[in-house]
């Protein structure tokens, strides 16, 4: 079991930061793959960026590559989403995830935190 709670999302302007946590707890950290997910009103939920149990490897939707960087910190068993240029278009709620197995499809998320980004 993992559990999962986010912090540090808000409102923000277009073209501001905002700086998103993701604290684990539950099992080895460095054991899972972590990913950062968004469900905007009336859409489906989509993949923001993943990093691998190293934190060598991430990947980016396209529509947020050169703007969000994904990072982790497995001596705090803590992911990141750093998102700087934001647009209206990212207002969303944002989840962290954990994979711990071969699947794509997480197994653990978190309750989710409100980013909003007004024009």
């Known amino acids: 079991q993992v559990q999962l709670v986010e912090s540090g999302g808000g409102l923000v302007q277009a073209g501001g930061s905002l700086r998103l946590s993701c604290a684990a707890s539950?099992?080895?950290?460095?054991?899972?793959?972590m990913g950062w997910f968004r469900q905007a009103p009336g859409k489906e939920r989509e993949v923001v960026a993943r990093?691998?149990?190293?934190?060598?490897?991430?990947s980016y939707a396209d529509s947020v590559k050169g703007r969000f960087t994904i990072s982790r910190d497995n001596a705090k068993n803590t992911v990141y989403l750093q998102m700087n240029s934001l647009k209206p278009e990212d207002t969303a709620v944002y989840y962290c995830a954990a994979t711990s197995g071969g699947s794509s499809v997480p197994e653990y998320w978190g309750q989710g935190t409100q980013v909003t980004v007004s024009s």
């Open positions: 539950g099992r080895t950290f460095s054991s899972v793959r």
């Open positions: 990093i691998s149990r190293s934190g060598g490897i991430t």
